[in-house]
């Protein structure tokens, strides 16, 4: 992985995942209301997949001979996900919240794939593609949840 653009929208999604998750994390912590036992475990899944999401693009860049940005001063400064202060959430704000969270990840998953495309990476290109199919699905279903 020669691009460091590449490089560097890479280490900016690991940012963003962090941010994500811990907004995910203020969400578990802080749903009420009528749908809590439908919504909170759901939330649990969602982190699961966002630590995964987070090594599996941090390893992938470790592969390629660069270091994954490893601080939350790093994250905060080249995120492009907005923070959400600690109070109660009820399910349809949450999941309205995380709903445009998943499709401003999926524009820079775009970005990524455009340049990896751009450089025949095809080892990062899977990766985001993957990431991409299950932000999509996310998208649709809580779109589905919300109507």
């Not at 929208?9 to 439908?38: C, I, P, R, S």
């Not at 009820?90 to 919240?97: I, P």
């Not at 025949?120 to 985001?128: E, F, G, I, V």
Request: aromatic letters at 10%; a negative charge.
């Amino acid at each position: 992985m020669d691009n460091m653009n590449l490089v560097f929208q890479m280490n900016k999604f690991v940012g963003d995942l962090h941010v994500f998750k811990t907004k995910v994390h203020n969400f578990h912590w802080n749903l009420v209301g009528e749908h809590f036992f439908v919504i909170h475990p759901m939330l649990d899944e969602i982190m699961s997949e966002i630590d995964e999401q987070i090594d599996s693009v941090a390893e992938r860049l470790l592969m390629a001979g660069h270091r994954p940005h490893a601080s939350l001063d790093v994250y905060l400064k080249h995120t492009v996900l907005s923070e959400v202060e600690s109070k109660p959430y009820c399910a349809k704000e949450a999941v309205n919240l995380m709903l445009g969270d998943f499709k401003v990840l999926l524009a820079e998953i775009n970005i990524i794939m455009k340049l990896a495309e751009k450089e025949d990476n095809q080892a990062t290109l899977s990766l985001m593609t993957d990431i991409a199919a299950l932000y999509q699905k996310h998208i649709w279903m809580f779109g589905a949840w919300l109507a």
